[in-house]
């Protein structure tokens, strides 16, 4: 019969199993491609969320006054073999597959992991934790995040098409806030802004240089819909690289419209001239890796779209 040391034993040493399991993410693994099915291996994903889930249901009940160690003891074994068969899973995935896909299941994987750790450590001794605080947070936030996780497994991309779709809406919503941001500087709608800032009124050249940063903003924006609609959606066989590749170039295209927006305050109107030129040439950059994938109608829009670039320089 396992006893209350037994327990905290396996706690520490399932915290320290994650904890190497969280390197391992890290390594990179060339593996052959040809045998390995996204849409099969994204079904087994799911399953295996659903017995993790399950699994920390039945662990958080095994742990519930008056505690049975051997129940408890039980149980976490029962969830680092979950863990030891996701992991087993995850190092299958090979790179050609598509990058922005293995990035998907390599977060989801990592927020597994340190569910679990804070799962365990919820219930590992401490003298230092109010024994009632410990139990409310216990059952009424890590496992429940864990849960949350276990869930989201279910959306998990088949292929690096539907990663790419799932992962653009960040980008989406982050040039989206930049958007409403820039025409609210523009519109001189501060009262909008933290009190606590040092917004000064913009003088007449920086308000022109302001009104050219919402243009350029709300074409990004209009770019991003255009891509992410016809050259990935619409598309049906666009490639793995290309689809890594337009991420990647809207990624860095959604970090410079955040910075671009910040400045406009900050710095004068000669540096955000420099900064709008350096902006419109990421922009441009985007736009003609677009038309790789596009149709030819689309292909066609896109090159009005650098030409458009071309005339605000």
């Known amino acids: 019969m396992s006893t209350e040391s037994d327990f905290q034993d396996k706690l520490k040493a399932c915290i320290k199993m994650c904890i ?3 390197e ?43 505690r049975k160690p051997t129940d408890s003891v039980r149980m976490i074994s029962e969830i680092s073999n979950t863990l030891y068969r996701i992991m087993g899973f995850y190092n299958t995935i090979p790179n ?7 990035i998907c299941y390599r977060s989801i994987v ?6 679990v750790i804070n799962l365990c450590s919820s219930f590992m001794d401490n003298e230092y934790v109010d024994a009632e605080l410990k139990k409310k947070l216990s059952y009424m936030a890590s496992t429940a995040v864990l849960w949350e996780t276990c ?16 992962s653009w809406k960040s980008i989406d919503a982050t040039i989206k806030d930049a958007k409403k941001e820039v025409h609210e500087i523009v519109s001189g709608s501060t009262d ?15 308000l022109e240089v302001a009104k050219t940063c919402a243009k350029l903003v709300d074409m990004a924006l209009f770019i991003m819909t255009k891509i992410e609609r016809r050259c990935i959606r619409e598309n049906p066989n666009p490639s793995i690289q290309w689809l890594d590749d337009i991420y990647n170039r809207a ?19 000669s540096f955000m ?41």
């Open 20 to 22: 190497v399991y969280l």
């Open 24 to 66: 391992d993410l890290k390594v990179d693994r060339q593996l052959d491609a040809d045998t390995f099915d996204s849409r099969s291996f994204q079904e087994t994903m799911v399953c295996l969320g659903k017995i993790l889930s399950h699994d920390a249901t039945k662990f958080t009940l095994s742990c519930k006054p008056p």
């Open 96 to 102: 050609a597959i598509g990058k922005t896909y293995k």
């Open 110 to 115: 990592r927020d597994m992991l340190n569910g």
């Open 151 to 166: 869930k989201e497994m279910e959306s998990l991309p088949k292929d690096n098409k539907e990663a790419v779709i799932q």
């Open 192 to 206: 909008k802004w933290d009190e606590d800032e040092d917004v000064m009124d913009l003088d007449e050249e920086e």
């Open 251 to 269: 990624k860095v295209l959604m970090d410079e419209t955040d910075i671009l927006v910040s400045q406009i305050y900050d710095e004068d109107a």
């Open 273 to 313: 001239r420099e900064q709008i030129k350096h902006y419109i040439e990421v922009s441009k950059e985007t736009v003609g890796l677009a038309k790789q994938a596009g149709a030819d109608e689309h292909a066609e829009w896109f090159s009005m779209c650098e030409n458009k670039y071309d005339s605000m320089v």
